[in-house]
């Protein structure tokens, strides 16, 4: 029988053990033949190694070596539960050789097949793992909804094993060995419950219209553009009621496929005492995939995360924010109506995948399907999916998009307006 493995999902009464941190310092080269088991080894005697990262929509993405390839993109994912991840189609490009198949799952309905990889080890500069769990996953089908390509997720298992420093604001990662890292500086340390080398977080959700805080457990997410609550904690607690104006569309797409629900506002989210004012959640109506989870009630993404310099430190269990300078930043969402896909070997195409009801683009007679040409004279392939969105959320802005719909060319014209 196949094995079902849910990443971001730990299984009902799974308490992780926090094993030793693992570290060992290597004095020999990156790549080198090292000796079996998990490790993680810094070069030349180093404690820790700070790398340059990019972020794509709040998404950490930085290059990692596997099978002496450079230059693959991988993202640092605190929801990859106890494992650590390789598109399937770069493993067969590499030749990588294939374990055990399972099947498993994430956000959104589907199971996929996953398979085992034997023998893997990735490369950053100064530091090299060896001997975990990676496996292939089917990430490639991700791309159009992303925005861009994933090679690979360095997950819980490698990450457990660190203390992990995010400094969004200089697209700045540091891996510190555990075993003598120091905290320093000010900044709110949050008590984290570990399970299976994920992260959770007790925090109190206040609605809108309400003054009654809603305490719940959320895992701690890098890999997850967008704040969520999930199904049974939004119907407990009506969220969707209490939410002034909300906007059903599609929210995603995570390993398991398309995910919809409805966009909307809460007063705050307090986490210690930290409390993030009026962000854009979505309240998830799924019926199956981690959304649609009791066994926790939702995630802290990225557009949370990314508003702090993040501390995650595991074998402590504490998470320590220090407010960064998009902290006061507005929540913003979509004020088209609008829902891109992309495609093309640079992801510059744009088709439309959803036009929300009665919205400025529906109005306008936009339809799904319809290819993108240009935004206010201003040719399609200039953006990408995250400054096209970003684009398309300025209040009040009058915008022409010119469209092409089997074989047509027209424009259609609309004022953006605030949907939630």
């Known amino acids: 029988m196949k094995r079902i493995f ?6 009902a009464g799974c308490l992780a053990v926090i094993a030793g941190a693992g570290i060992e310092q290597a004095q020999s080269k990156p790549g080198e ?21 990019s972020l794509f929509e709040n998404i950490i993405y930085f290059p990692c070596r596997v099978a002496g390839v450079a230059s693959l993109d991988f993202v640092l994912d605190t929801g990859a539960t106890d494992v650590s ?21 994430g956000a959104g309905p589907e199971q996929v097949r996953m398979s085992d990889l034997e023998g893997i080890h990735l490369l950053l500069p100064g530091m090299e793992m060896a ?10 089908r991700m791309e159009p909804n992303w925005g861009r390509k994933k090679d690979g997720l360095l ?30 500086g000010k900044g709110w340390v949050i008590p984290l419950i570990v399970q299976s080398n994920t992260l959770f977080v007790k925090a109190k959700i206040v609605s809108e219209g309400s003054d009654v805080p809603r305490e719940g457990l959320f895992l701690i997410d890098t890999g997850v553009r967008m704040t ?3 199904t049974p904690f939004t119907a407990k607690h009506g969220l969707i009621q209490s939410a002034r104006r909300t906007v059903e569309n599609i929210a995603g797409f995570g390993i398991g496929g398309a995910v919809r629900g409805i966009m909307g506002r ?30 926790f009630d939702g995630i802290i993404g990225a557009d949370i995360l990314s508003r702090f310099h993040v501390t995650f430190d595991y074998q402590k269990q504490e998470m320590i924010l220090q407010k960064g300078a998009d902290f006061l930043q507005p929540f913003e969402y979509d004020m088209s109506g609008l829902y891109f896909i992309s495609a093309g070997e640079a992801n510059n195409a744009f088709t439309v995948e959803n036009v929300v009801e009665n919205s400025p683009a529906a109005k306008a007679g936009a339809a799904k399907g319809d290819l993108l040409i240009s935004v206010d004279n201003q040719p399609a392939f200039s953006f990408t999916l995250e400054t096209l969105k970003r684009y398309l959320q300025r209040e009040g802005r009058p915008v022409t998009l010119r469209i092409s719909r089997a074989g047509n060319v027209s424009d259609l014209s609309f004022r953006l307006e605030r949907l939630i």
């Open 6 to 11: 849910f990443l971001v999902l730990f299984m």
């Open 266 to 295: 809460v007063t705050s989210i307090r986490i210690g005492d930290l409390e993030i004012e009026r962000p854009v959640v979505q309240f998830s109506t799924d019926t199956k995939g981690i959304a649609a989870s009791s066994q």
């Open 155 to 184: 997950g819980g298992n490698i990450l457990g094993r660190l203390v992990t420093q995010i400094d969004y604001a200089n697209h700045k990662v540091t891996f510190h060995d555990p075993g003598v890292f120091e905290a320093s």
């Open 131 to 140: 001997g975990f769990r990676i496996i292939t996953i089917p990430l490639k």
């Open 33 to 53: 033949k090292t000796a079996v088991g998990p490790a993680i080894r810094f070069s030349d005697g180093a404690k820790s190694v700070s790398i340059d990262i």
């Open 85 to 105: 991840a390789i598109d399937e189609k770069v493993a067969e490009d590499l030749g990588l050789t294939l374990g055990r198949t399972t099947t498993g799952g």
């Open 228 to 230: 969520f609550f999930n």
